[in-house]
């Protein structure tokens, strides 16, 4: 599906109600990832849970489909903080993410849902995964001159930092 229809039904949805579109303004819980497909996915959902009754209420033609996938539970891998790495190397890898795109740091923010808690590599694990699930199918997309490494475990679920693999 092109890019263009997706951004139509996603206008139209938005459309039909401010509620369905505000989980992804700017500031709010589901933002971030800030992709086109990623803020699609929320609405349609939304839409999708409220109107799901009515025929078609997953069409979005054809913009939509159905799963039986929980799309925002993902099953890894995840981009976490090398616990092998100096603070200063991660410091310094963190520092370049948020500076690509303020939009890799805002979920760290005093106030947002990601920032507790609140440590380096906390947080650098969550923008480093931001960055990397928006930048997969590039090369190196979870290395940050080694600061990071990839782990098949839940980093939400903690404890992953002995189940990380280099």
């Known amino acids: 599906m092109s890019d263009q229809v997706v951004q139509e039904a996603l206008g139209w949805a938005c459309h039909q109600s401010e509620a369905y579109c505000s989980r992804i303004q700017l500031g709010q819980n589901c933002y971030s990832p800030n992709t086109l497909r990623d803020h699609a ?11 799901k009754n009515q025929a078609g209420s997953c069409d979005f033609h054809g913009a939509a489909v159905f799963t039986h996938t929980d799309p925002t539970k993902s099953g890894g891998p995840w981009c976490v903080a090398n616990p092998k790495m100096s603070d200063q190397v991660v410091q310094e890898a963190l520092g370049w993410a948020c500076h690509q795109s303020e939009a890799y740091c805002s979920r760290i923010q005093l106030g947002q849902n990601c ?40 980093p939400s679920k903690k404890l992953f930092l002995s189940h990380v693999v280099y």
Do not use: E, I, M, W
């Not at 928006?134 to 940050?144: I, L, M, P, V, Y």
């Open 41 to 51: 996915s929320v609405v349609f959902n939304t839409y999708y849970q409220h109107n």
């Open 115 to 154: 920032y507790s808690p609140n440590t380096l590599r906390d947080h650098a694990s969550v923008v480093f995964n931001t960055y990397y699930q928006h930048n997969k199918n590039q090369a190196g997309s979870c290395d940050f001159h080694g600061a990071a490494v990839f782990t098949h475990t839940d």
